[in-house]
């Protein structure tokens, strides 16, 4: 593992790791506290600032150029800005079910999914863990466990929740 791929990417790039890493873990911890306490709120606003910064920021890193600036991967960038929206809204109009259910998956979506991609060879984030002569295998094996374990913690909190 080395950071130097990434202390010597773009400002934009690095802006948009921190805030989505911090985003990763800080989500954690938001979908498995008690709901709807001060503390949930508190770390709810910072997690919605963290991954609308995570998506503004990714719209700045173009270096995968297939639709002009951008590549298919920005769309991860739509959809949370639109979930956001979304969760946010149904929140203050207190349907907290379609909150949770907007929150869950862009957790899942944005940050598991979208974080799956960053994993493959010539990606910058797997030459920071990998290295960049390691190949497909240890991106195929961190793939594999990070979605399965997502995946599993997503339908229990949907099991909990329902």
Same mark, same amino acid.
């Given at each position: 593992m080395s950071l130097v791929p990434l202390l010597n990417a773009p400002v /934009? *790039?690095?802006v948009h790791a921190a805030a989505a890493l911090a985003a990763l873990l800080l989500g954690a911890l938001v979908l498995f506290r008690p709901k709807g306490t001060p503390l949930h709120r508190a770390m709810g606003r910072v997690w919605v600032m963290l991954m609308f910064v995570a998506a503004a920021s990714s719209l700045f890193i173009n270096e995968i150029r297939l639709i002009?600036?951008? #590549?298919?991967i920005h769309i991860f960038s739509v959809i949370t800005f639109v979930g956001l929206a979304q969760g946010l809204t149904a929140i203050r109009r207190g349907n907290v079910r379609a909150h949770r259910a907007a929150m869950q998956s862009l957790y899942f979506f944005s940050l598991i999914i979208a974080g799956a991609f960053t994993l493959l060879p010539g990606r910058r984030m797997h030459d920071v863990l990998f290295?960049?002569? /390691?190949?497909?295998?240890? #991106? !195929?094996?961190?793939? /594999?466990?990070? !979605? #399965? *374990?997502? !995946? /599993?913690?997503?339908?229990e909190l949907r099991r909990r929740t329902a």
């Open positions: /934009a *790039v690095q002009g600036p951008f #590549s298919p290295g960049a002569d /390691a190949g497909w295998p240890p #991106s !195929l094996i961190a793939i /594999a466990i990070a !979605l #399965s *374990v997502s !995946l /599993a913690a997503y339908f």
